[in-house]
Each structure stands twice: as structure tokens, then as C-alpha cells.
């Protein structure tokens, strides 16, 4: 079987989105799957609209994910293109990135510029002269006629001199079926194929998206291209391109779009579409992976698996299960594995995503300090940014009390003061507060009070603790000592007892 080559091919434009990374994920599946290469090339011909530091942000959502690059673009070329310095994780030796390089389209001009010669020399392109004043007046003049406006034609049979200004186009047949096997869709056939004469070479020497795509795709023996359903209409011309060229054609797998859910293409009015945001907001980079890889994608008829490991996705993907509809990102479904994987850390490894988090509140913990309640919080919490929340009662420069909530239906502030007063006391009666053995004397004072042990439980949570959301109560008040809850516990007696002066004045 030949070597299966895939490629990511992105243009240096601006941040990566979720559906373009997907198909960068799906190329990445299909190469590790059958043991082949993963490519990537900056397709920067659009040199306008180019934006320094983007092809930084790529590498570094690669990184990110753990998704490493076969070939690509040497440090030297993305240096002076993003204009900083940085280390990509390229394999290959060193200055070159990779045996068929360079991965960069705006050091392949020359290259272009030859095939495109040899389209003329064959027949099938040519040179055409017409200036954007001509070609508006033609369109103007169609429009008028009511046609469908595009290029006549008109230099087709002009020897138009290389010396003279001039882009090259191909020479689109009259007549043309095109059929293509689509890697996902199966059979795709076009009678009639709506373009007129497109430029491959535009007057700078530079390519258009055509012409390059396909010279590259053919000079790097890519096996499968992987990208959106908004190609398929381009697809007969990149066909008939490589027909022409003589050149075996790879084979093309048109993913579907992401979809929000309200049914329409995934953009930021549905919420994070960039992997830094996602990152931002508290996911790990394996839950995001994996929910992915499943819009649009099953392992099997029968099978129901949802969560897969990096390894199990790899052994398991394969195109003949990818979907030619559109998937829904569902944030809901997305929240709720990554609360799955956060699970499944180890608590130092747990600690160690939470940090930034914990840091960007002014929090700062040992793991050490935190190795008891660590497992507990990660068994409540589905983003990492929920986690600083419940941490805030161990700093006493965050803690604070949110002692409307001490009052309920069936505790009242005078009944929550007297609450608060003997658990003061009986507190005070423990040589040592311990996880183990918290309850029993809460519940003593449940029953000298008459009152339900829940009523006791919560009331002493919002005042030693601060809030009804928080960590389990009796490993918390384990982790904060004796002293530190008697404290607290005395600070909010008179704050319930102004609650309840409050009250007999309303």
C-alpha cells in the first residue's frame, strides 16, 4: 500500500477555528492510523491579509493537543514569517523540515511559475492580458445582456507576449464530466462545471489557490486531502488540473461544516470556536481532542464508546466511518467530558492545571496543602476555572460569607444564631478536628436543639465556609484546623444575630 501522507494547509490569516482544526485532526488520525506522515504547509500567497504571530498560534495548538508535525516549515522560515522567535516541534533534520520542503507556498514561487509554463506549452492555459478596466466593462456589458457574468475568453486565441503584464489561466474545456471517488462521500460527477477561464497565475507571479494546492499536494506525495465541503465546487478544476499535469490524483475526503445548535455554521456568536479559548476557559486539551474527533465521526456501528484515549483514536479512525453530514458542537456535551477527563487525573496532575487558574484569582497553594481535598473537588467541577471557587475559603484574604443564605424556610436567623453557638462550644470540646469524626457532634447538636442535622450542617458550612457550593464540610474543616473554624464560627455570630434584629424590624 503506498505511504498514506496527509497535510494540514492553513493560511497565516488569523486564529486556528474549530472546523478547520478538525480537519487538521482527521488528516492527523488518518497518518498515525496507517503509520504515515503529517504535514504542515503555510499557504501564504494571500500576503495581504497575512498576520504576524499566527503561524506561532498553530504550533502552538498542536503543542497543545500533543499532536506532533512529520514535516514542515524550517524555525528560520516561520521566524522571519511570524517575525519572533520560537521552537517548533518539527522532526527532520534541522534547517531542512522535511525531504520535500520548503512548506511554505511564498518560497515556492519558481516552482509555480514552471508548471504554469508548462500548462501553456501543453495547451491547456494561457496568457491573458485584459486589464481590470476590460474585464469590467466585459461583465457590465454581460449583465446588460442579462448573461451570467465571467471571463469571454477573449485572449484564448491572442499570443499574448510573456514580456507584457499579463496572469495565466486555464483553458476550461466546453465540455467536461468530471467524476471523482470522494474518500467520504463516494461517487461525486459533474456535466457542467460553472467556471470560465480561472487565473492559476496571477501578474505579481504568484498563484492562486488553485494552481498551488495542487503543485504542492502533488511535489509532497500527499495520499489524502482532507478539507471542508465548501471546496467540492473548485474540485473538478484541481481534477482536470492534474489530469493535465499527467499527475496521479490524491484522494480527496470533503468533511461537512460544523454546525452550532441552532443549525447553522459554528462561529463565535455560538460561543469559543479557537482552541486558546477553550484553553482559556478551564478544558483540557484531551477532552477537546476527543470531542472533535466525534463531531462528525463513530467508531462503529454498535459501537457507543464516547470517550477514547489519544492512543484508541488513533487505532480506531478510519474515513469509512466519518460522517458526509454535518455535526453539532454541543458546548453542554463538551463541558460534560471534559468533566470525565478532569476526573480521571491524578491529583498532581490535577494540581497542576488548576494552578494558572488559582493564580489568576490571587490564589496560591501548595500541593501539598491542597493533596486532601484535591480528589473531592475534582469529583464537583467540569471546568478547570470552577475550581478556584471552591478554594476561596482557605485564604482568609478571599473568604468571605454569604450570610443571607444561613436564613431558609425552616431555619430562621434567631434559630441559626443558637445553631452556631453550640457548635461553637462543642467544637471547642475536640482536641482535634478530624474528617472521621466531625459528623457525630454535629448530629449531638442537631438533637439538643431539635432541629434536623441538615439544618446544622449547612449553617455551619456558610459560616465557616462561606457559601452553600463548596468542597465536602467535614474535610474542609479538617484542612483548615481547629482554631481557624472557631473563629470563623464566632465572626458569624453576631453577623446572623444583626440578620435576626434585621428581621424583627421588617
Known sequence: MKEVRTRFAPSPTGLLHIGGFRSALYAWLLARHHGGKFLLRIED???????PGAIQYILD???????????????????????????????????????????????????????????IEAGVAFRCDCTPEMLQEERLAQQARKE????????????????????????????????????????????????????????????????????????????????????IPSAPLHLMLYDALGWERPTFCHLPVVLGSDGKKLSKRHGSTSWSSFQDEGYLP?????????????????????????EELIEKFSLDHVNASSGVFEYTKLSWMNGVYL???????????SE???????????????????????????LLTEVPALLTFLSEDHFTREIDQIVTKKVSAAKAGGILAQVYEKFGEIEELRADS??????????????????????????????KATPPLFESLELLGKERVRSRLEEAIPLVQALEREAAVG
Not at 344 to 349: A, G, I, V
Request: aromatic share 8%; charged share 30%; hydrophobic share 35%.
Open 148 to 231: 451570467v457574468p465571467g471571463y469571454s475568453g477573449y485572449c484564448r486565441t491572442r499570443n499574448v507576449s510573456r514580456d507584457t503584464k499579463h496572469v495565466v489561466r486555464f483553458k476550461m474545456p466546453d465540455k467536461a464530466k468530471v467524476v471523482m471517488q470522494d474518500g467520504i462521500r463516494g461517487r461525486i460527477e459533474w456535466e457542467k462545471i460553472p467556471l470560465r477561464d480561472p487565473v492559476l497565475l496571477k501578474s505579481d507571479g504568484f498563484p492562486t489557490y488553485h494552481l498551488a494546492v495542487v503543485v504542492d499536494d502533488h511535489d509532497m506525495e500527499i495520499s489524502h486531502v482532507m478539507r471542508g465541503e465548501e471546496w
Open 356 to 382: 494558572r487558574f488559582l493564580a489568576a484569582e490571587g490564589l496560591s497553594f501548595s500541593f501539598e496543602e491542597l493533596e486532601p481535598l484535591l480528589p473531592l473537588i475534582q469529583e464537583r467541577v467540569k
Open 45 to 51: 500567497t494571500d500576503q495581504e491579509r497575512r498576520v
Open 286 to 310: 484531551e477532552a477537546l481532542l476527543n470531542f472533535i474527533a466525534r463531531i462528525g465521526w463513530s467508531p462503529g456501528e454498535g459501537d457507543e464508546q464516547e470517550i477514547f484515549s489519544r
Open 343 to 353: 476526573r480521571q487525573l491524578s491529583p498532581k496532575r490535577f494540581f497542576e492545571e
Open 438 to 467: 466531625i459528623e457525630p457532634h454535629l448530629v449531638a447538636v442537631a438533637e439538643a436543639l431539635g432541629v434536623k442535622s441538615g439544618a446544622v450542617l449547612l449553617t455551619t458550612r456558610i459560616a465557616v465556609l462561606g457559601k
Open 61 to 119: 495548538g498542536f503543542r497543545w493537543f500533543g499532536m506532533e508535525i512529520d514535516e514542515g516549515p524550517t524555525e528560520q522560515q516561520i521566524q522571519a514569517l511570524d517575525g519572533e522567535q520560537i521552537a517548533p516541534n518539527l522532526s527532520g533534520e534541522k534547517g531542512e523540515g522535511g525531504p520535500y520542503g520548503p512548506y511554505v507556498q511564498s518560497l515556492r514561487l519558481t516552482r509555480y511559475q514552471e508548471i504554469a509554463e508548462q500548462l
